[in-house]
């Protein structure tokens, strides 16, 4: 078990250009959630799937968001025409469905500066 | 709809006094209940999790956490605290059905005086 890992840790890009974001969660978890973090606050969610399933998506992951699970296993979070406001911590977690209390488990998120 | 409201954004206290994080919670049902700890450039590490059995619950590093339902609170707390203790600190609720999402509190931020 390695941990849920995401790449690349920081991202530094120019306003107007599309970036793409990795997770790879913990092999046997069937569940993969997206939360973006500002400075100060807290992680919000942003969408999870399911296998390769995406079930919700968040009011906050506009049109230029795009998030993708192939064969259930890895995920990757787009981002074209990026903004400032688009400068964030982007965290993955993964899980093991099981109801209530299943445990998400969190990868070192990627910093994203958009300048 | 459920929420989480953690009391201080910041707590301050001396290496081998006790720790107090406060936490209230929004929830229409019986929830789930987490703390989440934040390391300056670490990810997120659970401490504790609340999911209906015992009220008083023990996590990791000596932290324990109480779920009182009349109160709606969930306040970490640790007897003697460690200068490593010094980090942000998160109270989650998690929406099992909605998928497992978590919805989490501004934030605590722990400073440990020597």
């Not at chain 1, 913990?26 to 978890?29: P, W």
């Not at chain 1, 025409?81 to 688009?86: A, V």
């Given at each position: 078990d390695t941990g849920v890992s995401q790449n690349p840790r920081h991202k530094i890009t120019k306003r107007g250009q599309n970036v793409t974001f990795r997770c790879d969660p913990?092999?046997?978890?069937n569940r993969l959630y997206w939360y973006r973090q500002t400075l100060g606050q807290g992680p919000e969610f942003l969408t999870y799937f399911q296998n390769e399933a995406q079930l919700e998506k968040s009011?906050?992951?506009?049109?230029r968001f795009s998030a993708e699970r192939p064969k259930g296993s890895f995920s990757t979070l787009e981002i074209q025409?990026?903004?400032?406001?688009?400068s964030a911590m982007y965290l993955c977690a993964s899980s093991q469905s099981r109801g209530r209390g299943e445990t998400q488990y969190f990868g070192p998120g990627t910093r994203l500066l958009v300048l | 709809a459920q929420s989480v409201t953690q009391l201080d954004s910041h707590v301050s206290v001396s290496e081998g006094t006790p720790v107090l994080l406060r936490c209230n919670y929004s929830s229409s049902y019986s929830p789930s209940l987490f703390w989440y700890v934040q390391h300056p450039n670490k990810g997120l590490q659970l401490l504790l999790k609340y999911?209906?059995?015992?009220?008083l619950v023990k996590g990791i590093n000596g932290f324990e956490a109480e779920f009182k339902k009349s109160e709606t609170s969930f306040h970490l707390t640790k007897p003697s605290a460690h200068m490593s203790d010094a980090a942000e600190y998160f109270c989650v609720v998690s929406l099992y059905n909605q998928g497992g999402k978590l919805i989490f509190g501004q934030g605590t931020e722990l400073s440990v005086k020597p």
């Open positions: 913990i092999s046997e978890h009011r906050l992951l506009s049109d025409r990026t903004e400032q406001g688009d | 999911t209906s059995a015992a009220t």
